[in-house]
């Protein structure tokens, strides 16, 4: 079963300027299970636009205006840990084929996850960087568009990420 999953994060805020000291006064997000912290430059609750496979669920999304970062579950019912690993594998091919560029493995929230970046900036000017992982039989995705293609933020995101 191949799932096509679209993520198109439209960051619309009147925040400042990513800066280097973003990180200095951190907030944290808890609810729908999941707890995560991030820059204290972004907010919560950003206008954008998060188009998801039928069966999934936003969870949450926190951005400034020059990047944005969401989290998402995707419906695995039904399914066990391995079938649940298989559409994700599937997922992750899909978007290669998409012109993302080679896969990256990460640890969240103690599972694998699989990271992957645009190898180019889509036509309003983000690079985009999906990640993909199974915890507790359930499938997740994280979605983060910057304008450049580093995924630092988003990795210090996924690193302080528990899910309840």
Do not use: H, R
Not at 20 to 40: H, I, L, Q, R
Not at 82 to 111: C, F, H, P, R, W
Not at 125 to 136: D, L, P, Q, R
Not at 139 to 158: F, G, I, W
Request: aromatic share 10%.
């Amino acid at each position: 079963m191949i799932y096509i999953l679209t993520v198109v994060l439209l960051v619309v805020m009147a925040s400042g300027c990513t800066t280097s000291d973003e990180w200095a006064s951190n907030k944290t997000y808890s609810g729908n299970g999941v707890t995560f912290t991030y820059p204290g430059t972004w907010s919560e609750n950003a206008t954008k636009t998060v188009t998801t496979p039928s069966g999934s669920n936003n969870i949450a999304a926190v951005g400034s205006n020059d990047e944005g970062f969401a989290i998402g579950s995707i419906s695995a019912s039904g399914l066990d840990t391995a079938g649940i690993q298989n559409v994700l594998n599937q997922l992750v091919q899909e978007y290669q084929a998409q012109g993302y560029g080679a896969s990256k493995s990460i640890t969240v929230d103690g599972s694998t996850a699989t990271m992957i970046t645009t190898t180019s900036k889509d036509s309003s000017g983000y690079y985009t960087t999906i990640a993909f992982w199974v915890k507790n039989n359930s499938l997740y995705y994280a979605a983060y568009v910057s304008t450049s293609n580093s995924t630092q933020n988003m990795e210090k995101v996924l690193g302080t990420l528990k899910t309840t």
